[in-house]
């Protein structure tokens, strides 16, 4: 689905906020320790980590590549991942490239093929989703993912409870919650980081103009994802019903992954119509999404957003007339 014509990328030294410049080492490396705050302090972290993209987007936005700020942390982490060989250092490696190294590098694709917003998140969001997934079959080798993923959280539910009851907390309750959380998440544990990771993406959308890319996203509000990702729907779809074991379990997060984006879709048309009455304000942007992320609501919206795919329910330009 065209969005538009894109204006032209932005030149090498065309400057946004922040025109200090770090060099590649030093832009690296300050997106390291930020990324690194969500391996430290997780809740914080949380927040934090996103944040090394920043450094990243400014040398990239200044130069022909953005691969020198990034690349040797890239090259650093793997060498260190393969040489430790520990659960932990595959993790950072895998998420530092997953949350900082992939965006970066797709976003600079799109300057330079002028590609639309819904293609490159896209892109970006299947290229996250396809390492999470290689990530943890590698860490389950040789047992499938889901009985290696189960195991997992079956051991994160014990200490999980035995905190609890260590504190003096009642935990009936949330046994029953780990327990069915479990089941749940056995099959679409990989779709979690990839929901953080569209959530980080449409927070940096909107302000790569101030970091010194030349182009204007389109208002959230005439957001649509790529046609493309209707393909992944019906894969991930098909395999569902229809295959068994590991290949159900990829179709299980490529059909997670495209609901994710449709229910991104989904807000951008209810933001359309509530646009014309309350305004753009931040109430009204984080109201309706938290709204909309409680049971059964994301369901109904990812719903809205496959409709309007196929046939717009957005207000037509005569409704406003």
Not at 72 to 79: E, F, M
Request: net charge positive.
């Amino acid at each position: 689905m065209d969005q538009g014509l894109n204006p032209p990328p932005a030149a090498p030294g065309m400057h946004g906020i922040g025109r200090r410049s770090f060099g590649a080492l030093g832009s690296g490396a300050i997106s390291l320790l930020l990324f690194a705050s969500l391996f430290v302090l997780p809740v914080i972290g949380v927040f934090v980590a996103p944040l090394g993209l920043i450094p990243l987007l400014q040398y990239a936005a200044r130069h022909p590549s953005g691969v020198a700020a990034w690349g040797w942390v890239v090259v650093a982490l793997g060498v260190v991942a393969v040489a430790s060989g520990t659960t932990m250092a595959v993790l950072f490696f895998v998420g530092y490239v997953t949350m900082i190294g992939l965006p970066s590098m797709v976003i600079e694709q799109r300057r330079r093929s002028g590609w639309s917003d819904g293609r490159w998140l896209l892109v970006t969001v299947l290229g996250g989703l396809a390492l999470v997934l290689l990530t943890v079959a590698g860490l389950a080798w040789p047992r499938s993912p889901m009985v290696a993923t189960s195991g997992w959280l079956s051991s994160m539910g014990t200490q999980a409870l035995d905190f609890y009851k260590k504190i003096g907390v009642s935990t009936t309750r949330i046994q029953l919650a780990l327990d069915a959380s479990e089941r749940n998440l056995t099959w679409v544990l990989p779709a979690v980081p990839v929901a953080y990771l569209s959530a980080v993406l449409f927070w940096i959308r909107s302000r790569l103009p101030l970091l010194g890319f030349g182009w204007e996203p389109v208002p959230f509000e005439e957001y649509r994802n790529d046609e493309w990702l209707a393909v992944g729907f019906v894969l991930g779809g098909l395999g569902t019903l229809f295959t068994g074991g590991t290949l159900r379990w990829i179709a299980v997060n490529l059909l997670a992954g495209a609901l994710i984006l449709y229910f991104i879709q989904g807000l951008a048309m209810i933001r359309a119509h509530l646009v014309r009455f309350v305004g753009r304000g931040w109430f009204v942007r984080w109201g309706v999404a938290l709204l909309c992320l409680q049971v059964p609501f994301p369901a109904f919206v990812a719903a809205l957003g496959i409709m309007d795919s196929f046939h717009s329910l957005r207000p037509k330009r005569s409704d406003d007339t």
